[in-house]
């Protein structure tokens, strides 16, 4: 992958938590569903969410741009650290990073389940 930007995002503490959240997996605990938030930013708008996350490349400071933004680094992030992670709002509205935890975790979740 030539030219690959993962802006604010650090490759050895998403694994360090991604190696975490599969021990845990392995013993379960209450709402332990089909992923686990891995980061939670703690803000829904756009604007801080393009600091955090050093997103400075965004034309134009909207959610759709963001969200997309988000999506396409969801995407190279999963194929970096070789598991599904994807970005998602919590029930308070604030951006979290989440590990995808497939049913059997010996199958890789297809690309296509990446969801902002």
């Not at 992958?1 to 503490?13: A, N, S, T």
């Not at 013993?27 to 600091?51: A, H, K, Q, S």
Request: hydrophobic share 35%; charged share 30%; with cysteine.
């Amino acid at each position: 992958m030539d030219g690959v930007k993962i802006y604010g995002l650090c490759l050895e503490r998403l694994r360090f938590q991604i190696t975490n959240a599969k021990m845990r997996r392995e013993r379960p605990w209450p709402g332990c569903g089909e992923r686990v938030m891995l980061e939670c930013y703690n803000t829904g708008g756009p604007d801080d969410i393009i600091d955090i996350l050093e997103l400075y490349d965004v034309k134009e400071r909207t959610f759709a741009e963001v969200n997309e933004k988000l999506e396409d680094l969801a995407y190279t992030v999963s194929e970096l650290v070789r598991d599904q992670v994807m970005f998602d709002y919590t029930d308070e509205g604030h951006l979290g990073l989440y590990l995808a935890l497939p049913e059997d975790a010996s199958v890789r979740l297809p690309c296509e389940y990446v969801a902002v």
